[in-house]
């Protein structure tokens, strides 16, 4: 990989992300964590009449490059429906964040992933589903 | 390797190993991670092949020359390793995986036959995931009791808290020699005699010492011992359990099949004698000689030498760290009282961060809990970067680090 990835918009995010936070009224609070590393990341949700996203907020301690991701990824998701999410691909939050999925070692690119991991979790656990392998697989860069 | 001088002449021993021919993006590797595995040198690899090359054959059962050498072979491993630690004899020796499993063994075969309800094991808080998940697996199992020993904020054990062992219904005190985090050498032999004037057994996590320092178990005077052979420069795939004859001799099998028996009825089994009462099945007979290549290797240089290179190398990695601002050292920050692993935080750069940037730059340090979550609760971190030195290290590569963390402060803009 390259220290290129450490751009300003990620170093930014990372410092002062956005939407952090909590959100006692949520529907949807969800926790994860990467047992590699230990970075963990807790996400609320807060849905409309329509089952749409009308507020997000996380906490969480990880690297510059998965705060900066959980931060661009609530910034994306705001007004989306639940099944928006669940099929939401992780190349729109890679590319957000300006990362190559070959410029970063696949270890790094769980960190980018870990945000869009927990977010999934969450939608489909309060759809009463669960992920598929294949969809973990995705998410943890194992496809 | 040239043994007139006192000091080691690194570079020389680093022709010994040849992983470091080897150039990453045409830069060097700079290899600050001997805390998780070490490298190998040429002799361990070599001892390896020439056994699958000239008497691969099973050991302890065959009649024919080749299954002779290779027993021989195995066998003298053993008597090497036993030398090297100085236990009263190679039987007290039990290969293993590595030193989790040495210390599941433990658990499973002593522990579940002798520690219940309200009976106690000791633990601190330092010690290593595979010190602590197996008594919380007894803890469930046999509904005993788990106590710690507290870390102070200079990442060394609270010794006013020893008397914690010191209770008649204690039946273990288990304890890291070197911490693998912060790299505090503890005071084993006295907590190891506290435990005993309440008849509790000792056991006593080597995987951070016995590469790095003198090992005496007989000093020490513990009961068990463990540690790993890929951390000693010896092969993954093989640890060593030493433990004392007459606990040995009490103690159930851990894994029942081949070659742990002396005879078999349909409905019966006789155990074999120690130490292959504890060897079911066909052990790793090649990681084993080759860890006995390690311990020649290792003596031909001195442990005592090695001790001496890994304080003179410390001791200016955390003068050099110093002039880094910025930097935070968790631990004792005194090379005489830890072995040769510092753990440290630079400035808001998330370790995994700063691992990646000095990854580029060909050096490699670990990033993360170090398989020490209660340890980093307790330093109140979630992760820390962690550097650690062996025998191919010296201060030139503690150059490179501190190199690298300035290039890592100016991509992170501080």
Known sequence: ?143 | MDLTHNTLDVEQIKLDFPIFSRSILGKPITYLDSAATTQKPKTVIDAVNYFYENFNANVHRGIYKISQEATEAFESARSKIAKFINAESSSEIVFTKNATESINLVTYSWGRKNVFEQDRVVLTELEHHSNLVPWQFLSKENKCELDFIPVNKDGKLSEVHFDNIAKKNTKLLGVTQVSNVLGTINPVKEMVKIAHECDAVSLVDAAQSVPHMPVDVQDIGCDFLVFSGHKTLGPMGVGVLYGKKELLEKMDPFIYGGDMIKSVSKTESKWNDVPWKFEGGTSSVADAIGLGAAIDYLNKIGLDRIRAHEIEVTDYALKELKDVEGVDVYGPKDPNEMGGVISFNLADIHPHDLASILDEEGIAIRAGHHCAMPLMEKLDVSATARVSFYIYNSKSDVDLLIKGLRKAKQVFKL
């Not at chain 1, 963990?40 to 949700?45: A, F, I, S, T, V």
């Not at chain 1, 900066?68 to 729109?92: H, N």
């Open chain 1, 1 to 143: 990989m390259s220290s290129e990835i450490y751009r300003d918009k990620i170093l930014e995010s990372y410092r002062h992300p956005k939407n952090y936070g909590s959100i006692d009224d949520a529907q949807i609070k969800v926790k994860e964590s990467n047992p590699l590393c230990g970075d963990d990341m807790e996400m609320h949700l807060k849905l409309d009449a329509d089952n749409k996203v009308s507020d997000i907020k996380f906490t969480g301690r990880g690297c510059a490059i998965s705060i900066a991701s959980a931060s661009m990824l609530t910034e994306l998701v705001k007004g989306r429906s639940l099944e928006e999410l669940r099929s939401m691909d992780k190349q729109e939050l890679l590319q957000k964040l300006g990362i190559d999925s070959l410029q970063l070692n696949p270890v790094r690119i769980k960190c980018a992933l870990l945000s869009l991991k927990t977010l999934k979790v969450g939608v489909v656990s309060h759809l009463g589903q669960q992920l598929s392998a294949e969809e973990v697989n995705v998410l943890e860069n194992e496809e």
